[in-house]
């Protein structure tokens, strides 16, 4: 795999392994309440996340797609629903950074930061990090995902040396395509702006091995989380067993993992609204707007946000089955 296709398999990874993912919360709710029968749900899954990174990423090499909204106006047949879906991507996006910006103050307000100075703080982090654009957001994600990807391994590796017993429920298939549906569009986001970095064959390459990594991930949470279901945190509850004292550790690799949803969802919200002009000042502002959310509270922004990401996820999914299959009836014609 060459350097760019290894960029951009991270940079795929960071979009979906946020604040949720990282909690173990979201694996809990849609493969660990499935019990045994959540190891489909997570195969159906990792199939999903290389099938969909290796679309995206096709759709946005062979066409000329620089931003989301390009990569719309590409799956997504009519002016209106493009429109549409443009809309609520913004609202989205903008949200996004408020939610983040609220999980980056919570976590450092138990590292003895006052909630509002911890948002300020993460971030004025954040805009650091992306005071390059597109080539600061893809080297911090170089950086941040494979540290976060060895604390999660490690921490679920060692739980699963003593597993708990778990129950087994129906609809793994459903759950699994739903929560794909619900943590794609973030990953449009995100590597609709890659095209420089792209060629045939890393497309293939960057897709199959991010969807396969963040499998990965899915498999071992799965194993490490069952036992611990009823916690609001489950892997902060693990690093708490395990750890003990040195539980700060996962909170800080917790922190990596918001901060490279944080970047994608800044980096994309300001990359459609500079259209290639005035990035860094759509950069501030954005990370002002965020902060104003932030100040509503975690809980609460989640409540909203989540709907709202449902709905467009849905959307891209469709939209993508949508050229996936036109593709390929063109060439059998």
Known sequence: MSKNSFAVAMTYCGAVIGAGFAT???????????????????????????????????VTHSNPVYSYIDLLAVVLPGKMLIRLADLMFMGTLLTGVGVMAAAGGTVLKGWGLPY????????????????????????????????????????????????????????????????????????????????????KPGVIWSGI????????????????????????????????????????IYAFALLAAVFTTALANLHGFASRVAGGKKYWPCLIGT????????????ASLVAFLYPLLGLCNIVLLAGLCYYSLSKLFMKRR
């Open 24 to 58: 173990g919360r979201e694996v809990v709710d849609f493969f660990t309440a499935y019990g045994l029968g959540g190891l489909i749900g997570v195969v159906i899954a990792a199939a999903m996340f290389s099938w969909i990174g290796v679309v995206i990423l096709d």
């Open 116 to 199: 509002m100075v911890g948002c300020a703080v993460f971030l004025a982090c954040c805009l650091l990090l992306l005071r390059r654009g597109g080539t600061g957001f893809v080297r911090a994600n170089c950086w941040l995902v494979p540290a976060l990807v060895i604390a999660i391994v490690v921490l679920c590796l060692v739980q699963i040396s003593t597993p708990a017993s778990a129950g087994f429920m129906d609809s793994p298939l459903s759950s699994a395509l739903l929560y794909v549906s619900f943590n794609i569009a973030i990953a449009g986001v995100a590597l609709s702006t890659l095209k420089s970095r792209l060629d």
């Open 209 to 248: 091995c991010g969807g396969l990594l963040i499998g990965l991930l899915l498999l071992v949470i799965y194993g490490a989380t069952r036992g611990v279901e009823n916690y609001d945190i489950p892997l902060l509850r693990l690093a708490e067993i395990w750890l003990g004292k040195w539980q700060w």
């Open 287 to 298: 990370a002002i707007g965020g902060f104003i959310l932030a100040q509503r509270g975690f």
